[in-house]
């Protein structure tokens, strides 16, 4: 390919703007393979898909690629800015779970909730519990276990249960990046997570599996997960099935090289290391100015 960036030892370079929640998949697989099989090098740069959309629309950051882990915020980043963003792509999906540590005090009791003999929502109130979840005005997962924490309420008739496990949506004693809770989990400074099971899978977390009815994994509840909702920064998040997006923005400096990048996404290959990481790979779906996306991109199937 020509015209792409170039490094200082001559290998084309691609930038990718990522979700918090791929950073492991992407610098331990989906980079590394992708530059075996064609000679390009993607510098990934992680945290939550808010801030990283907020970032493109202010100029602050213009990656080659953008992929993110909800699909209406690359959707309201080019609705409201179609200048930086004109289209968008749907291609993976994933799960909420809660991973506990396996040196937590409370760790045979974890196992035994993720045997069916104790209920999650028991464990998580007991004395004590550490909590680790994304802040939720920056990081879709972190609105999305407020989320699967309304619906289980209304499934298991527990009142205030978001209250009694978080205190408040954006309490700074339990937030913390993608990265700290994986690392803070796996060293045992916190007791349990909720975390996607990409991220689950990928570092092989101890994990309690929820029910599909509120895990937002699960297409086929997409109507119960719409009532419920929460209101941050005045933006209303509103419960639906997890859904990853990819994108080019428009004055992407290496276009090119980004659209070898997704083309190897949603290859036979890169689809198999998305399954293989947690995700549930699918194939894309295309909205916005369809004839905006490049040509390798259509191959797999526009619609």
């Known amino acids: 390919m020509l015209g792409l960036r170039k490094l200082a030892d001559g290998a084309e370079s691609i930038s990718v703007l990522h979700a918090g929640s791929l950073t492991t998949?992407?610098?331990?697989?989906?980079?590394?393979?992708?530059e075996r099989r064609t000679g390009l090098h993607a510098e990934g740069e992680?945290?939550?898909?808010?801030?990283?959309?907020?970032l493109i629309a202010a100029g602050v950051k213009t990656p080659d690629v953008f992929l993110s882990a909800?699909?209406?915020?690359?959707?309201?980043l080019m609705q409201q800015n179609p200048g930086i963003v004109s289209w968008y792509a749907s291609f993976a999906t994933t799960r909420m779970v809660i991973a506990y540590s396996k040196m937590s005090a409370f760790g045979m009791h974890f196992a035994q909730a993720a045997e069916g003999k104790r209920h999650?929502?028991?464990v998580l109130r007991e004395t004590g519990m550490r909590i680790g979840r994304t802040d939720p005005a920056i990081d879709p997962k972190g609105y999305r276990t407020l989320i699967v924490t309304k619906l289980a309420e209304r499934l298991y008739r527990i009142p205030n249960l978001g209250s009694t496990l978080f205190v408040s949506d954006r309490n700074s004693d339990q937030t913390m990046t993608d990265e700290a809770i994986l690392v803070r989990l796996e060293q045992g400074e916190i007791d349990a997570a909720f975390v996607y099971g990409v991220e689950a899978t990928i570092r092989n977390l101890a994990t309690i599996e929820l029910d599909p009815r509120i895990n937002l994994g699960d297409p086929h509840f997409a109507s119960a997960y719409a009532k419920a909702s929460v209101t941050i920064d005045g933006v209303v998040r509103t419960g639906e099935p997890i859904g990853y997006a990819y994108t080019i923005p428009t004055h992407a400096a290496n276009a090119r090289g980004g659209a070898a990048f997704l083309a190897y996404l949603v290859s036979p290959e890169g689809r198999a290391i998305l399954d293989g990481a947690g995700l549930q790979s699918q194939t894309p779906r295309y909205f916005g100015d369809l004839n905006r996306v490049p040509t390798e991109l259509r191959a797999p199937g526009l619609r």
Not at 70 to 76: H, S, Y
Request: aromatic share 14%.
């Open 70 to 76: 909800d699909v209406t915020v690359t959707r309201d």
């Open 46 to 54: 992680g945290r939550g898909s808010v801030a990283n959309a907020k």
């Open 120 to 122: 999650w929502y028991d």
């Open 25 to 34: 998949t992407f610098q331990k697989r989906l980079a590394p393979d992708f």
